[in-house]
C-alpha cells in the first residue's frame, strides 16, 4: 500500500460517477480510500462551474484544506473548474498549495501525473483542450443499490447560458456492445438500479442503434430498475414515451428540464424548442404512461426576462405539477453567449426564485397528499435500523418499517401519510 486517497466531488451525476473512475485509477496506482481528508496523502477535487456558486464552494473548500491538510498530502484539482480557458493558470496563482491541476479530457492519467510528482515534486498543470484519446477506466463504485453507466460524453447544444460544452467537448457515444455488456455485469455484481449518463440521452448513436434501440437492448430478462438523465426536450420522441409505457424495466419517471416558460428566452436560450411544444410532449408521455413522475429543471432570471417571461415560467411549472423540480438562478458563465447579454439585477432575480420555490413547495405537498392511500414499488437503497429508505416507481422518495427487507428489494408498500413532502409508508399485503 502507497498510502491512502480523499476525493470531493462537486456538481452533476456525471461528475460523481467520474470520480469513481478517478478512484479506480487511484486503487489501480496501489492506494486505499479513507474518509477523513486530515488522513488522505493524495487528495482530489473533482470540480464544477455550471454556476458561480459552484466554483466559490471549491475555491472556500480548497482554503479550508490547505489548513488541514498533512504535510506532504499531494493535492490535485481537475475536473470542469479546471477546464476553462485560463482558469488553470488562474488556480495554480491564486493557491500555490496546489500540487497537480488537469482538465478533463486528461483526468484519465491522474496515475502518471502523481508518479510524476511524487517522483520529482515539480508541480503539474496540465490542461488539454480536446479529448486525444478515449479511454475506459475501471470505475470503484459506491455500494449502492444504483450504480451508474455513461452511454455518451459531451454535449452539442450550445444552449446560451451553458458552460458544460465547452468543458467537455462535443458529443461522444460509447458503443453499444460495452454499454450492454457493463449493465449485464452490475446486475449480476448486486446492483438493481442502473441509470444511464449522458448530457442529452436522447441523440445517443452509434451505428444505426438509436436510444430508443438501446433501451430496447437493456430490456433484459432480470428484475432491475432503469433509469436515464438528462433528456432533452427538443429530441423527446413519441417512441421514447412509448419504449416507456412498454417497458418492464424502465422507471416511470422523466427528467425534462424545460428551462423557461417564455419562448422569447427559449429562443434566446437556444433551446429549439417552444413552450407549446413542450406542454405537448409532456401531455403524450401522460397519455402512454398516466402514472410518470415528472422533473425539471428551471432557470430564472436569464438576460432580459421580463415579469411576463417569468410570470409564463410561473404558468408553466403549476400547469405541468412536477413531482419535483430543481430550480436555479441564472449565473453569467463568461465565455457563454448569454454572458454578453443584458443581466438583470440580483435583487429581481432572486425575488422571482422565492415564488417559484413557493408554488413548488404547494404543489409537491398537494401531489404526496394525492398518494396517501397509494401502493408503490419501492427499491430500498438505505436502511436505519428497521427505517428503510427508497424509491417508488415513479421516483417519489417513501420511508418504512420492516425487519425483514434489505437493502436492494423491491417491496410492495402503502403510503399511509405525508408529512409535506414526506412520505411514510408501511408494508402492504
Ligand atoms: N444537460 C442537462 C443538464 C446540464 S446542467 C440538460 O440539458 O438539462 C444542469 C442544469 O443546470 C441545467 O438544466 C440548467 O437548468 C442549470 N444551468 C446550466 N447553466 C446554468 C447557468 N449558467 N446558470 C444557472 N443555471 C444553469
Ligand atoms: Fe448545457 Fe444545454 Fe448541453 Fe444541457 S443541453 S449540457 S443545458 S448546453
Ligand atoms: Fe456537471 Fe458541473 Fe461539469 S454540472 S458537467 S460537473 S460543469
Not at 400547469?319 to 439585477?345: C, H, K, W
Not at 436502511?383 to 428503510?388: E, L, S
Request: glycine share 6%; aromatic share 8%; charged share 25%.
Amino acid at each position: 500500500m502507497k498510502g491512502c486517497y480523499h476525493i470531493h466531488t462537486y456538481g452533476c451525476q456525471m461528475n460523481v460517477h467520474e470520480s469513481e473512475k478517478l478512484a479506480g485509477i487511484l486503487e489501480t496506482c496501489g492506494f486505499v480510500a479513507c474518509d477523513d481528508v486530515k488522513d488522505a496523502d493524495i487528495i482530489v477535487m473533482n470540480t464544477c462551474c455550471v454556476r458561480e456558486t459552484a466554483e466559490t464552494k471549491v475555491l472556500g473548500h480548497l482554503g479550508r484544506i490547505k489548513s488541514i491538510k498533512k504535510s506532504g498530502a499531494v493535492l490535485v484539482v481537475c475536473g470542469c473548474m479546471t477546464q476553462q480557458p485560463g482558469a488553470a493558470e488562474k488556480l495554480a496563482k491564486r493557491c500555490a498549495f496546489v500540487d497537480i491541476i488537469i482538465g478533463t479530457f486528461n483526468q484519465h492519467l491522474l496515475g502518471e501525473y502523481v508518479d510524476t510528482f511524487l517522483g520529482t515534486g515539480t508541480r503539474i498543470i496540465d490542461v488539454w483542450d480536446k479529448e486525444r484519446e478515449v479511454s475506459d477506466t475501471p470505475a470503484v463504485r459506491a455500494q449502492n443499490v444504483n450504480a451508474w453507466v455513461n452511454i455518451m460524453y459531451g454535449c452539442n447544444n450550445f444552449c446560451t447560458y451553458c458552460i458544460v460544452p465547452y468543458v467537455r467537448g462535443r458529443e461522444r457515444c460509447r458503443p453499444v456492445d460495452d454499454i450492454v455488456s457493463d449493465v449485464e455485469r452490475l446486475i449480476a455484481s448486486g446492483h438493481r438500479q442502473i441509470t444511464l449518463l449522458g448530457q442529452n440521452v436522447n441523440s445517443y448513436r452509434y451505428g444505426d442503434v438509436d436510444f430508443v434501440g438501446l433501451l430496447k437492448m437493456l430490456e433484459l430478462d432480470k428484475k432491475y430498475r432503469l433509469k436515464f438523465m438528462t433528456s432533452h426536450p427538443k429530441d423527446f420522441s413519441p417512441a421514447l414515451a412509448e419504449r416507456i409505457a412498454q417497458s418492464k424495466v424502465l422507471s416511470h419517471n422523466l427528467h425534462l428540464p424545460v428551462q423557461a416558460g417564455s419562448d422569447r428566452i427559449l429562443a434566446a436560450m437556444n433551446r429549439h424548442y417552444t413552450r407549446g411544444e413542450y406542454l405537448d410532449k409532456i401531455a403524450a408521455v401522460r397519455s402512454v404512461v398516466p402514472d410518470i413522475g415528472l422533473s425539471s429543471d428551471v432557470m430564472v432570471g436569464f438576460p432580459t426576462e421580463t415579469e411576463d417571461d417569468f410570470a409564463q415560467t410561473l404558468d408553466l411549472v403549476q400547469q405541468v405539477e412536477y413531482n419535483n423540480l430543481f430550480m436555479f438562478i441564472y449565473s453569467r458563465r463568461s465565455g457563454t453567449p448569454a454572458a454578453d447579454m443584458p443581466q438583470l439585477d440580483y435583487k429581481t432575480k432572486q425575488a422571482r426564485i422565492d415564488s417559484l420555490i413557493k408554488a413548488q413547495f404547494e404543489i409537491s405537498k398537494s401531489i404526496a397528499n394525492g398518494y396517501i392511500g397509494k401502493n408503490f414499488e419501492v427499491l430500498v437503497a438505505e436502511k436505519k435500523g428497521n427505517t428503510c429508505f427508497g424509491k417508488a416507481q415513479n421516483d417519489a422518495a417513501i420511508s418504512f418499517e420492516s425487519d425483514t427487507a434489505n437493502i436492494g428489494d423491491f417491496v410492495n408498500v402503502k403510503v399511509v401519510s405525508a408529512k409535506n413532502a414526506n412520505l411514510k409508508g408501511e408494508v402492504a399485503e
